[in-house]
C-alpha cells in the first residue's frame, strides 16, 4: 500500500487493519483486572461480615448497611466520574479510580467502629464504580470491531473470577486465622495486587478517539502509535469531525433519550434480580427444599452446597456468552436471557406445587436457580455492560455508560434492602414471579427501545446513522 493511501486511512481503518497488538492486550487485561477486583470486593465483604457485626455487635439494620455501602457508593462512582472522564479523557481516570480502591481497602481494613467501616466501604464503591464506565469506554475505543464484542464480555466475565476469588480467599484465611481479627486481612488482601494494576495502568496511552473527538490530533496521533505500534499520523483530512463537548443532560434530551433508556433501564430491573437472588440464594434454598433438614448446621451445610452448584452455572453462561455475542446479535443476546431468567425464576416458585422437602421440589428449585444464573450471564449480565459501552458517540460515551451503570447499582441497592422485606411480607414464591415479571420487563423494554450496535463506532455514531441493513453486514 502506497504511503499516500496510507496516511488517508482513519484510526478505525488502522484499527481494524492491524492485527491485534501487546498494548491492546494490556488495556484489555488491565481494564478485566479492575472488573476482577470489583467482584472481589463485593463477595468478599459476604464471608467478612458476621465476624465484623460479632466484633462490632452490629444490628441487623447496621450489618445491612455495611453490607450494601459499596454498592451505593458505586452508585455516585458511575454517575459522576462517567461525566469526568468525558471532560478530562479516558486515562487519567482510570488510574484515579484504582488509587481509590487501593486507599480505601486499607482503611475499610483499619476501620475502628461501624460507621468508619461504613464510610471507608463507601468510598471504596465510588472507586469501584467509577471504574465500570471508565473501563467500558477504553475498551470499545481501543479494539477492532471484530473483537470489540468478544473483548468487552470476556473482560466483564472477570467479575465472576473475582466473585469466586473472593470467597475462596475469605475461606483459605478463616481456616489459616480462625479468629474475629481475620476479616481486616480479607478486606485488605486486594490492596497489593491493585497497586500493580495502578501501575501498569500508568503505562497505558489515553483513548485515541477521545483526543479525535476533541480535536487534539497530534495527541490522537501519538496516542494511536503507542497503541498500534507503528507510526500513525492522523488529521482532520483522515478523521471524523470533531464531537462537541455534551452536558449530561443530553442523554435525556430527544436525539439520546431512546438509548439512555435502552441502556439503563434493562440493567436497573436486572439488577434487582441478581443481587437479590445472589446474596440470598442460600437463604433461598434452605428456606424452600432445606427447612426439614434435622439441624440449623444440616440446613446450613446443605444450602451452601446447593449454591455452588447452582453458581457454577455463572461461569458456564458467560463462557457462552463470549462464544454466541460474536455471531447472534446484542439484542437477541439480551432478550432471550432476559426470557431465560424470567423462565428460572418461574421454574423455582412452582416447587411450591410439589410436595415440601420432595425431590420434585428440590429438582424445581435446583434447576431454576441454574436456569437462572446461566441465562442471565449469557445473556444481560454481560449485555448490558457491553451496550452500555457502545451505545453513545465518544464525547458522551462514559457519561451515558456510567448513567447505566448507576442505574444498575440502584436496582442492587433495591434488591439487597427489599428481598428480605418482600420475602417477610409476600413469602418467596410470590417473590420469584413477582421478579420473573420484572425479568420479562425488562425483555420488552429491550426490545421496544432497541438500539444494535455490531457495526463500527464510526459507523454507529456519524451524523447519519448506518441503515439497520448495513450494521449487520459492518459486523461482520
Request: proline share 5%; hydrophobic share 55%.
Amino acid at each position: 500500500m502506497s504511503t499516500v493511501a496510507i496516511a488517508l486511512k482513519s484510526f478505525e481503518q488502522h484499527l481494524d487493519d492491524t492485527p491485534f497488538t501487546k498494548t491492546q492486550r494490556k488495556v484489555w487485561l488491565l481494564s478485566a483486572m479492575g472488573v476482577l477486583l470489583d467482584g472481589f470486593d463485593f463477595f468478599i465483604i459476604g464471608v467478612a461480615l458476621p465476624l465484623i457485626a460479632y466484633q462490632f455487635h452490629l444490628s441487623p439494620a447496621v450489618k445491612g448497611l455495611v453490607a450494601v455501602a459499596a454498592v451505593a457508593g458505586a452508585f455516585f462512582g458511575a454517575l459522576v466520574f462517567g461525566q469526568v472522564a468525558d471532560r478530562v479523557g479516558r486515562k487519567g481516570m482510570f488510574i484515579a479510580d484504582i488509587i481509590l480502591f487501593v486507599v480505601f481497602s486499607a482503611a475499610s481494613a483499619a476501620a475502628w467502629n461501624a460507621a468508619s467501616l461504613i464510610v471507608f466501604r463507601f468510598l471504596l464503591g465510588i472507586g469501584i464504580g467509577a471504574d465500570y464506565p471508565i473501563g467500558v469506554s477504553y475498551i470499545a475505543e481501543c479494539v477492532p470491531t471484530r473483537l470489540r464484542g468478544r473483548l468487552i464480555v470476556g473482560a466483564f466475565a472477570f467479575q465472576a473470577l473475582g466473585s469466586l476469588l473472593g470467597v475462596l480467599v475469605g475461606l483459605v484465611i478463616l481456616k489459616a486465622d480462625p479468629s474475629l481479627e481475620s476479616w481486616r486481612v480479607m478486606l485488605s488482601f486486594g490492596v497489593l495486587p491493585a497497586v500493580a494494576v495502578v501501575l501498569m495502568r500508568e503505562g497505558l496511552p489515553d483513548s485515541v478517539r477521545w483526543h479525535l473527538a476533541r480535536g487534539n490530533y497530534e495527541q490522537a496521533s501519538h496516542a494511536a502509535t503507542k497503541l498500534l505500534e507503528f507510526p500513525i499520523t492522523l488529521n482532520v483530512h483522515n478523521s471524523p469531525p470533531p464531537e462537541p463537548c455534551q452536558a449530561f443532560g443530553c442523554l435525556f434530551t430527544k436525539r439520546y433519550l431512546r438509548r439512555t433508556i435502552f441502556a439503563s433501564v434493562p440493567w436497573f430491573l436486572q439488577d434487582i434480580s441478581t443481587y437479590g437472588i445472589g446474596i440470598f440464594t442460600p437463604t433461598i434454598l434452605a428456606a424452600m427444599a432445606l427447612g426439614g433438614s434435622a439441624s440449623f448446621i444440616a440446613r446450613d451445610i446443605g444450602a451452601t452446597e446447593g449454591s455452588a452448584v447452582v453458581d457454577l452455572l455463572l461461569l458456564v453462561g458467560f463462557m457462552l456468552a463470549i462464544v454466541l455475542v460474536h455471531h447472534v446479535s446484542r439484542i437477541t443476546l439480551q432478550i432471550v436471557g432476559f426470557l431465560g431468567m424470567a423462565l428460572g425464576l418461574l421454574m423455582a416458585g412452582a416447587s411450591s406445587l410439589f410436595p415440601a422437602h420432595s425431590d420434585g421440589q428440590i429438582g424445581m428449585i435446583i434447576g431454576g436457580f441454574m436456569v437462572f444464573n446461566c441465562l442471565m450471564n449469557m445473556g444481560p449480565n454481560a449485555t448490558t455492560y457491553l451496550l452500555s459501552g457502545e451505545t453513545f458517540p465518544t464525547s458522551i460515551r462514559a457519561t451515558g455508560a456510567g448513567f447505566a451503570a448507576s442505574m444498575a447499582k440502584l436496582g442492587a441497592v433495591l434488591g439487597t434492602f427489599l428481598f428480605p422485606v418482600l420475602k417477610a411480607e409476600l413469602g418467596i414464591t410470590p417473590l420469584l414471579v413477582g421478579l420473573a415479571g420484572a425479568s420479562a420487563l425488562a425483555a420488552a423494554t429491550t426490545y421496544g427501545f432497541r438500539v444494535e450496535t455490531r457495526a463500527s463506532l464510526d459507523a454507529l455514531h456519524a451524523e447519519h446513522p448506518v441503515p439497520a441493513r448495513y450494521v449487520e453486514a459492518a459486523a461482520s
